[in-house]
């Protein structure tokens, strides 16, 4: 176990009133190592040839779901920093990321030749993994609003080999009235929006010190002109995710209460995951929300022995 930062009175309230009785599981959870999970780039080497490469190295790998032998937990203890300085992650065989991290891709399910908007993209993580379920056909567009974070989501590109991705620098709400105004829309989007993190309390504890309840309330409407703008340019029948790594309601229920009462051409479908999930939440304090909201998909750190994450599909209608 591990000694973490003390978590404020007021997070604690909240997380003890969303879990009751597994409150102390998940502050249980908090105090482990995060598991060193990393994905396979299925554009440059298959699972089976890298998981060999790997275990030439003794590392022993685990791959915890049939369906998706790219996902690979490294089980055995490594030198710090090895699993970034590994020459098969330095030429893009595998990327390292938090498992949680990649199950709004799975359920987004890119195909062969769509054109996907990914709104928020860096670092790339979720860019370079719909580029490998797409074989690196179609179109991506990875838009960026920062130009430092732009750097680093095209290195990964780069380095994962990944050709069939156009990447932008602009607001995500400037860039979805642009393409609204060019008459563009797609086949499938992914709004892994800005958060306040709470999801990611294992692998960076200092979370624990930047959270507070103000930025919870200005992400959240940041989140809803995110949402609200991307659904103006995706296709009919076209499908959306929206994902973050955080627990707060006001940042996942409360964000499609507002979406599915401001639109009435979507609907929320739902999804199946490789991982044990929990419904989305019907009430939150003083505030009820839409029934159809269950079917969202939370994602708490003591289920999975990954960190937290929050996620939802919504299809729109003719």
């Known amino acids: 176990m591990r000694k973490i930062p003390e978590a404020k009175p007021l997070f604690l309230k909240r997380m003890k009133s969303l879990l009751e009785k597994d409150f102390d599981n998940y502050m249980e959870i908090l105090k482990r190592e995060p598991v060193r999970s990393i994905r396979t780039n299925t554009l440059k080497i298959s699972p089976e040839k890298l998981k060999e490469k790997l275990e030439k190295k003794n590392w022993i790998i ?5 369906e998706y032998p790219e996902i690979m937990i490294v089980e055995n203890n490594l030198n710090p920093g ?3 300085r590994a020459l098969e992650h330095l030429i893009g065989y595998y990327y390292i990321q938090e498992l949680a991290s990649m199950l709004p891709i799975i359920a987004l399910k890119p195909k062969a030749n769509e054109t996907i908007l990914d709104l928020c993209s860096s670092p790339g993580s979720k860019t370079t993994q719909m580029a490998s379920f797409m074989n690196n056909s179609g179109t991506i567009i990875a838009n960026e609003v920062s130009l430092g974070r732009i750097k680093i989501l095209a290195s990964n590109l780069e380095r994962c080999g990944v050709t069939n991705t156009i990447i932008t620098k602009k607001d995500g ?3 979805c009235k642009k393409l609204k105004e060019e008459n563009l829309q797609f086949d499938k989007i992914l709004v892994d929006a800005p958060c306040s993190g709470e999801g990611t309390l294992r692998s960076t504890p200092k979370t624990y010190l930047m959270w507070n309840i103000k930025t919870i ?7 809803k002109n995110l949402v609200s703008s991307a659904l103006d340019i995706l296709k009919p029948k076209g499908e959306l995710i929206y994902s973050t790594c955080t627990h707060a309601p006001e940042e996942n229920e409360e964000v499609i209460d507002f979406i599915m009462k401001k639109f009435n051409n979507i609907k929320i479908e739902k999804i199946t995951l490789p991982v044990k999930s929990r419904k989305g939440l019907e009430k939150w304090q ?4 839409l029934e159809e909201i269950k079917d969202a998909c939370r994602i708490y750190p003591q289920d999975n022995d990954t960190e937290g994450f929050f996620l939802v599909k919504f299809k729109k209608l003719k």
């Open 62 to 66: 685990k791959q915890p779901f049939k």
């Open 82 to 84: 090895e699993l970034g």
């Open 173 to 175: 709400i400037v860039l």
């Open 217 to 223: 309330k200005s992400v959240s409407r940041i989140q």
């Open 286 to 289: 003083d505030k009820e929300y």
